[in-house]
């Protein structure tokens, strides 16, 4: 397409300059706009929507939703019958590219914070996202994100707040309504934003569901509790909108922080607290002595945010105790490289034996070997060929997003809706 010293290849007006990727419903490029002079992005809907029609007037609904946390929509149109949609060409990656780089714990709060203002924005726009993932949100180079990719968007009924088109979307990321019934509202959306805020905040996926317990000694802890309502399994008790929910997560987060003059009074009473309480008991006794789990867990934390997985795995494994640690060791094993998964699963197996959990199986253990030798195919097809399980979408996920083939990502949608017991109609992944 982009051989030899051919003319540019255009759509519409626009000079194709490259392939930027391809997501569930489309082709995207990087392209010129000489009408305009700039650069753009120009996603080309190859997997036809439900209705072109409606695709496109939430394109131009999209365009009027100016926000600094949605991606631009400059134009829509058709090009020889195929949709498509010309957006602001952002330079910088997803924000599952961003994550994978150290930041500090306020700069990534105020990215989750974005990304939810940017999607109540959506919301207020009468827009459902239907498939938010940090694959599709993009970090601009100035630390920004833009929510974008609402490919698999539809309207919904402002007077009933739901729709009902179908099931569509990333399983890993859809509420327990939208993968079991197709039903997709503002409080699905508000379901999957609380799943990329948790993966955000604490290096990790909810493995574990909403009630996972996050150390205290995190620098997120008190936005726990606000995300785990979002992740309530009946929307109606999760928060009653999007603004809701990100001024409940500013508000937790802003109650971390304390000015000096607290700071410095706070620390004075604790001084003179520990003198009268020291004289109190005359010094002969230390302070109580603390929870191992709790200490394990906070230590664990603290690894895990460095994205330091391996020493995280084998600190764990050196003190774990019961069932409960090696989960915690089995969760920084699965992050950390193939040896180290290895040799918890061997630990596990001999501490705990019939009960090796499903990130131990072969199947895994042979996707995570191919995934290691950049074999992200072969990695995608291991699985692809097993039964499903939940443990196994997960390294399907990461190794089919690093795979730029349609045919692929509509066999890993067929996957996601057998492991969910959902029936898999033709058009159901696409076209």
Same mark, same amino acid.
């Given at each position: 397409?982009?051989?030899?010293?051919?003319?540019?290849?255009?759509?519409?007006?626009?000079?194709?300059?490259?392939?930027?990727?391809?997501?569930?419903?489309?082709?995207?490029?990087?392209?010129?706009?000489?009408?305009?002079?700039?650069?753009?992005?120009?996603?080309?809907?190859?997997?036809?929507?439900?209705?072109?029609?409606?695709?496109?007037?939430?394109? *131009?609904?999209?365009?009027?939703?100016?926000?600094?946390?949605?991606?631009?929509?400059?134009?829509?149109?058709?090009?020889?019958?195929?949709?498509? $949609?010309?957006?602001?060409?952002?330079?910088?990656?997803?924000?599952?590219?961003?994550?994978?780089?150290?930041?500090?714990?306020?700069?990534?709060?105020?990215?989750?914070?974005?990304?939810?203002?940017?999607?109540?924005?959506?919301?207020?726009?009468? $827009?459902?996202?239907?498939?938010?993932?940090?694959?599709?949100?993009?970090?601009?180079?100035?630390?920004?994100?833009?929510?974008?990719?609402?490919?698999?968007?539809?309207?919904?009924?402002?007077?009933?707040?739901?729709?009902?088109?179908?099931?569509?979307?990333?399983?890993?990321?859809?509420?327990?309504?939208?993968?079991?019934?197709?039903?997709?509202?503002?409080?699905?959306?508000?379901?999957?934003?609380?799943?990329?805020?948790?993966?955000?905040?604490?290096?990790?996926?909810?493995?574990?569901?909403?009630?996972?317990?996050?150390?205290?000694?995190?620098?997120?802890?008190?936005?726990?509790?606000?995300?785990?309502?979002?992740?309530?399994?009946?929307?109606?008790?999760?928060?009653?909108?999007?603004?809701?929910?990100?001024?409940?997560?500013?508000?937790?987060?802003?109650?971390?922080?304390?000015?000096?003059?607290?700071?410095?009074?706070?620390?004075?009473?604790?001084?003179?607290?520990?003198?009268?309480?020291? $004289?109190? $008991?005359?010094?002969?006794?230390?302070?109580?002595? *603390?929870?191992?789990?709790?200490?394990?867990?906070?230590?664990?934390?603290?690894?895990?945010?460095?994205?330091?997985?391996?020493?995280?795995?084998?600190?764990?494994?050196?003190?774990?105790?019961?069932?409960?640690?090696?989960?915690?060791?089995?969760?920084?094993?699965?992050?950390?490289?193939?040896?180290?998964?290895?040799?918890?699963?061997?630990?596990?197996?001999?501490?705990?034996?019939?009960?090796?959990?499903?990130?131990?199986?072969?199947?895994?253990?042979?996707?995570?070997?191919?995934?290691?030798?950049?074999?992200?195919?072969?990695?995608?097809?291991?699985?692809?060929?097993?039964?499903?399980?939940?443990?196994?979408?997960?390294?399907?996920?990461?190794?089919?997003? *690093?795979?730029?083939?349609?045919?692929?990502?509509?066999?890993?949608?067929?996957?996601?809706?057998?492991?969910?017991?959902?029936?898999?109609?033709?058009?159901?992944?696409?076209?």
């Amino acid at each position: 397409m982009f051989a030899g010293d051919a003319a540019p290849v255009r759509i519409d007006r626009f000079e194709i300059r490259g392939r930027l990727g391809a997501g569930a419903t489309g082709l995207v490029y990087a392209a010129y706009d000489p009408q305009l002079d700039r650069e753009v992005a120009v996603k080309l809907l190859v997997v036809a929507p439900i209705d072109d029609h409606a695709a496109l007037s939430e394109a *131009r609904t999209l365009a009027r939703c100016a926000h600094p946390n949605v991606l631009p929509v400059y134009e829509v149109g058709t090009h020889d019958g195929i949709p498509f $949609i010309v957006s602001e060409l952002v330079g910088g990656g997803s924000l599952r590219a961003w994550l994978a780089q150290p930041h500090p714990p306020a700069e990534v709060r105020a990215v989750v914070l974005a990304i939810g203002r940017g999607l109540a924005e959506a919301h207020h726009h009468g $827009i459902v996202h239907r498939d938010l993932k940090p694959e599709n949100v993009l970090v601009g180079l100035d630390g920004r994100p833009r929510v974008a990719d609402f490919g698999l968007a539809r309207w919904f009924d402002p007077a009933t707040h739901r729709i009902e088109h179908g099931i569509a979307g990333t399983p890993t990321y859809m509420a327990p309504e939208q993968a079991a019934q197709g039903i997709a509202d503002p409080r699905s959306d508000q379901y999957a934003y609380a799943l990329v805020a948790f993966e955000a905040l604490y290096g990790r996926f909810p493995a574990d569901g909403p009630g996972e317990v996050v150390a205290r000694a995190h620098p997120h802890a008190a936005l726990a509790p606000v995300i785990a309502r979002g992740l309530a399994a009946q929307p109606a008790a999760r928060w009653p909108t999007m603004d809701a929910f990100v001024d409940a997560l500013a508000a937790a987060g802003a109650g971390r922080r304390r000015g000096p003059a607290i700071l410095i009074a706070s620390l004075a009473l604790a001084a003179v607290a520990l003198v009268v309480a020291s $004289i109190a $008991i005359s010094g002969r006794r230390g302070p109580p002595p *603390r929870d191992p789990a709790i200490v394990l867990s906070e230590d664990a934390s603290a690894l895990i945010q460095a994205g330091r997985f391996d020493e995280c795995a084998a600190m764990v494994a050196a003190r774990a105790t019961d069932d409960v640690a090696r989960k915690l060791g089995l969760h920084c094993a699965t992050q950390g490289t193939l040896a180290t998964l290895t040799a918890t699963c061997a630990s596990w197996r001999a501490a705990a034996p019939g009960t090796v959990p499903a990130e131990c199986d072969a199947t895994i253990l042979r996707a995570r070997a191919l995934e290691d030798a950049h074999d992200y195919r072969g990695c995608a097809d291991a699985i692809l060929a097993s039964p499903p399980t939940t443990a196994a979408n997960l390294v399907l996920a990461r190794c089919a997003q *690093r795979v730029d083939d349609l045919a692929l990502t509509r066999r890993q949608c067929v996957y996601g809706l057998t492991l969910n017991g959902l029936p898999v109609p033709p058009d159901a992944c696409g076209r």
